[in-house]
């Protein structure tokens, strides 16, 4: 069957495929929101935080015997907490400055991350082997759906509507929403804030690592991996609205299923396909799709 | 505390000569005494730094996208020297002119907002940039644009000898410094100040605030081509590099090491950044990515006015005097 | 202060540096080794590459004892061709580097060419594949030794073709390379009476090449032709299986190298036919020097690190016996001078700098039947040198007169 001239087996395989990626996209521009709407910091670092959650999922399971599943939970909590120990040394001299600071640390604390595991482990990838579990796929018809491939969706979407729950609709994110508004009277109500803020920017690096994980046994584990992804993840959250959880969720599924046809109509505009959206959106609602304007 | 108005001028332009003057020597006589291709990239990659810092520092408007300019103009400069065989210091203006509509595009969209926002859109541009960089296919793509001849300046100079391309290549960064410089002390530079430093106000005053800040885009934009431009005529290769949004990122840590908003501050971070790429990379290889990262996290945290900016304010202590 | 002394004297240091020029400059032979040690080809080239180098140097200083010294120094050119321009251009300027070699990547080898002639100084290539390197673009100071596009297509993609694989799709990397190597294959399988149905180009290196392979299962073609090398082929192999693609259609890697194999293990490559200018296990000359080779690396040479030693060796002793490093004189002394090495036997340089020798077609063995490790390959046959290489009546080369 063919729709415009393209088999609807190839159309409904990228679509797939793009949903797969829009997954990807929705988990890690998750975790930007959440430390860009509530914390205010634009966190350059996010592409190198995703690349070692990959890195210490394969580290930990090619030096230490850590299962995928026990990474899947173990992994994140690790890199949070180095995210936690990030924020207390170096970022939260900067809450008082220009937003652009932020940016131009993290920025540099990518360059530290990606160059150290450069050095250590070259560019060209490690493999991390698909859990037992999850080897083989299932013919859908239209295309081979490898297993993994399909889990990685259900593992990102349940994560991202886990944790819009929580900011959206428990009193916990409630807290943490006035904490951004109002941090002085959030405090004078006896809520310790900074320790609050600490925590959410752990949290949202802890999504990126997660996304590392889910990650690891689809691409190859290499240094440059969050590289090719940050502004894109950037452009994602943009366009979302800079402070918006669900805009980033909505819009990182989107543009997956965007690049998807893209890469069916005309394969090499998928790279910049985003961004072509990312000035149209800007021009038309500033403050992005589901951004509240400032 | 009194001050002599009329000294304090003097005085000021009395340093500016001093300033060109010595750029002047050190510049003409430092590739008796250092590798002349070295050199050149210093220039090249100072000239962009410059360029950006005019919107950084002067403007108060932080782009990720200048790689396009000094990428685009480069291909553009490359492939009229090479497919076309137009002389350098033609295919050089028409680099710049290049660079200066796409400033003018890139800015006429972007200006209207700031902060993060500028920024993003910024680097979208960019990107659009970069995706015809990959796909146009007089660029080469992944190969890039090689072989470009320096040509003959003027039809006379063969610039094929590493000297005279220095002094040629010299010239053009002194050029493009001076136009920096008389743009940021006059009348128009003034107005940018006033802009950066309170919008509303100038709003208030009257003054097209955008059309400033367009314009300021546009000569930024043009000479960050110019840099790009003869950076292809000095390596005769125009790459995906050049137009990448790394290159980006690197001008804007150049320019926040050398002092943002200080004239001479981009050049020293330019020069410091090339001088640590190009000696340690022979001692500690892929090391050097790390280290510029160590120096933007120290710059941002407890070295932000940078080491130009650091210096100044020394010499103020320690002289007593506000200049 | 008399001037006419000193003028004399400027004049005879003059003169002596020029008569220095017709020896060894310096008396140092320098030889730089420009690869890819950390990226989609570093397996393949490398630092295998700098090892081979380093042993041809070796045993160059120990057999032949030459009067003048020779050095060797090393950099990653990252498989970009900016930063490798770069880099030779400092090599040939300022630091008195005589010959940049292996060169891996095309991009790279092509801008180090140019620079080479600009700056009179030769280019050994031994990694980089693509048959623009002696057409379009060849020059008179650059070799290439090891193989080229047209060589490995015209092994394997015959070979397969000749079994029944007439549909083809290309998955290319997108760079000069990966054209010259779809456009090679593709020309060899319409000569041999199949038909290309479809390709697509994937950005290099690439890393999750699952949408272009389901283009390419859509296409129906019976083989999908791996138009990529390193990393890439590796990769693209894997996620084909993962995608079930391979149950049916088969993957024809057009460049493979033995490191790809002891990557993928002979389970996933089992009958895969590829074409190689060297394997470690033809006779007792490729054994004894591969096992030098191992014990240093712990892993079995490929053909471009082979490839490395053999070349270098060849243009050392070339300078040896024309007593100069003069780049003319060593290019004609290298070309004038036959191969026989465990590399190559009659292997002999052509006016289009094209080194041709014998390439081998390979098929990788079932599990089953390798005996030890790096015991990969069946030998299908030998393409003598005359047949596996692009004819110089087809050369677009400027230098070869028709």
Redesign the interface.
């Known amino acids: 069957m063919e729709i415009f001239g393209i088999s609807s087996q190839a159309l409904l395989g990228q679509l797939f495929l793009g949903l797969i990626n829009g997954s990807f996209y929705a988990v890690l521009s998750l975790g930007l929101a959440i430390i860009f709407g509530l914390l205010n910091i ?1 966190n350059f670092s996010h592409g190198a935080l995703y690349m070692m959650g990959a890195f210490v999922s394969w580290i930990g399971l090619t030096q230490f015997g850590m299962s995928y599943w026990a990474s899947l939970v173990l992994t994140p909590l690790i890199v949070g907490v180095l995210g936690i120990v990030i924020e207390r040394l ?1 970022l939260r ?2 809450y008082k400055l ?4 932020s ?3 993290t ?10 595991f ?2 250590l482990y070259g560019i060209s990838g490690e493999t991390y082997e698909v859990p037992e579990l999850l080897q083989g796929g299932i013919d859908l018809g239209f295309m081979y759906l490898p297993l993994y491939r399909g889990w990685v969706v259900v593992a990102a979407l349940s994560v991202c509507a886990v944790t819009w729950y929580t900011i959206e609709k428990t009193s916990l994110g409630a807290t943490l929403r006035a904490a951004t508004e109002k941090p002085e009277l959030v405090q004078a109500l006896g809520i310790n804030v900074p320790v609050l803020v600490t925590a959410t920017y752990g949290v949202g690096v802890a999504l990126a690592a997660f996304a590392g994980v889910l990650a690891a046994p689809v691409v190859q584990v290499n240094p440059l991996m969050g590289s090719n992804l940050i ?1 894109v993840v ?2 994602v959250v ?1 366009i979302g609205g ?1 402070g918006s959880i669900l805009g980033s969720i909505v819009t990182g599924l989107g543009l997956g299923i965007v690049e998807g046809l893209t890469k069916v109509v005309y394969p ?2 998928s ?2 396909i985003i ?2 959206i ?2 149209v959106v ?2 038309l609602r ?1 403050a992005g799709l589901f951004g509240k304007q400032a | 505390m009194k001050s002599n108005y009329a000294a304090d001028a003097a005085a000021q332009s009395r340093r500016t000569v001093l300033m060109f003057v010595a750029l002047a020597v050190v510049g003409l006589l430092a590739p008796f005494a250092l ?1 002349p ?1 070295f050199l050149m990239k210093m220039l090249c990659f100072a000239l962009f730094a410059c360029a950006f810092n005019l919107l950084l520092g002067y403007v108060g408007l ?1 782009s990720f996208g200048h790689a396009a300019f000094f990428g685009g103009a480069a291909y553009v400069c490359g492939y009229l020297a090479k497919e076309q065989g137009w002389s350098p210091e033609t295919a050089i203006l028409a680099g710049t002119l290049t660079a200066a509509v796409m400033g003018w595009a890139f800015g006429a ?1 972007a200006i ?2 700031s ?3 500028f ?3 910024t ?3 960019a ?2 940039v ?2 015809l960089a ?2 146009l296919p007089f660029t080469g ?4 644009l ?2 470009i001849p320096r040509g003959k300046l003027l039809g006379l100079f063969d610039l ?1 000898d ?1 000297m005279a391309m220095y002094f040629f290549v010299f010239g053009v960064f002194m050029l493009g410094f001076a136009v920096i410089y008389r743009t940021i002390h006059s009348p128009f530079g003034q107005i940018l100040k006033a802009i950066r430093e309170n919008e509303p106000r100038a709003i208030s005053l009257g003054y097209d605030v955008h059309h400033y800040k367009l314009l300021a885009f546009v000569i930024s934009a043009s000479l960050a081509g110019m840099a790009g431009a003869t950076k292809a005529l000095v ?3 125009a ?1 995906l ?2 137009a990448h ?1 790394h290159m980006s ?1 690197e001008v ?2 150049m320019t ?1 090491l050398g002092g943002m908003g200080t004239i001479l501050g981009p050049a020293v971070g330019a020069s410091t950044i090339v001088t640590l790429q190009t000696q340690l990379a ?1 001692k500690v ?13 120290v ?3 407890a070295f ?1 006015r940078g080491i130009v900016g650091e210096l100044t304010a020394l010499r103020q202590r320690l002289t007593g005097s506000h200049s | 202060m008399k001037l006419k002394p000193i003028i004399q004297a400027l004049g005879l240091a003059l003169a002596t540096v020029g008569a220095a020029q017709a020896q060894i400059s310096d008396n140092v032979v320098k030889i730089g080794v420009l690869t890819d040690l ?1 990226g989609v080809y570093s397996d393949v080239a490398g630092k295998g590459t700098v090892v081979a180098t380093e042993m041809a140097i070796a045993d160059f200083l120990a057999k032949e004892k030459p009067a003048f010294k020779v050095e060797m120094v090393s ?2 050119h990252q498989n ?4 490798a ?2 880099k030779a ?2 090599w040939f ?2 630091d008195q580097v005589d010959v940049a070699s292996e060169l891996v990547t ?2 790279v080898a ?2 180090v060419m ?2 080479a002639k ?1 700056k009179n100084r030769i280019a050994l290539i031994s990694g980089a594949a693509s048959t623009l390197v002696t057409n379009k673009e060849c020059n008179d100071v650059t070799v290439q030794w090891t193989y080229d596009t047209y060589a490995v297509a015209n092994g394997t993609a015959k070979a397969v073709v000749k079994q029944g694989g007439k549909k083809w799709f290309f998955l290319t990397a ?3 390379f990966g054209h010259s190597l779809e456009k090679d294959a593709g020309d060899v399988v319409k000569a041999n009476g199949g038909e290309v149905v479809g390709s697509v180009r994937h950005p ?1 290196p690439g890393s999750d090449f699952s949408s272009y392979l389901l283009k390419a299962q859509a296409s129906g073609a019976q083989i999908i032709g791996l138009a990529n090398a390193g990393g890439d082929t590796i990769n693209a192999i894997k996620q084909a299986a993962e995608f079930g693609i391979t149950q049916k259609q088969q993957l024809a890697g057009l460049l493979m190298f033995i490191t790809d194999i002891h990557s993928l293990g002979l389970k996933a490559t089992q009958n895969m036919y590829l074409t190689e200018g060297f394997y470690w296990d033809l006779n007792e000359e490729t054994r004894a020097w591969s096992k030098r080779f191992f014990e240093k690396t712990k892993r079995m040479p490929t053909m471009i690190q082979a490839g490395q030693y053999s070349s270098v060796m060849h243009y050392l002793k070339a300078v040896k016996s024309i007593n100069t490093d003069d780049t003319a004189k060593v290019m004609t002394q290298m070309k004038k001078t036959p191969i026989n090495d465990f590399f190559a036997k009659n292997g002999s340089i052509r006016v289009d700098g094209r080194m041709v020798h014998d390439m081998y077609l390979l098929q990788v063995k079932k599990p089953a039947e390798s005996k030890t490790p790096w015991d990969y390959y069946h030998v299908r046959a030998t393409i003598p040198a005359a047949e596996a290489f692009q004819p110089l009546s087809a050369s677009t080369c400027p230098l070869v007169k028709k």
Not at chain 2, 141 to 144: I, Q, R, T
Not at chain 2, 285 to 297: A, C, H, L, N
């Open positions: 634009i170096l001299h900067l220009d937003h652009l600071y940016l131009l640390l920025f540099g604390l990518a360059l530290i991350a990606e160059g150290v450069r050095n502004i950037f452009a943009v800079m090499e505009a790279a910049v961004f072509v990312m000035v800007l021009l500033p | 590798y291709t932080l969209i209207k907002r902060g993060i926002y920024a993003m859109i680097l979208a541009l990107q659009l970069f995706f990959l796909q793509g992944e190969d890039g090689q072989g094929s590493n390596f005769q290769l790459s590099t050049d949004w990122g804007v840590l926040l022979d290889g892929s090391w050097v990515t790390v280290i510029i990262g160590v120096i933007f996290v710059c941002v945290l932000r | 950390s950099a990653d970009k061709g900016d930063i321009a770069n251009r400092e300027e300022r095309t991009s092509l801008a140019k620079i600009e997108d760079y000069a290099f």
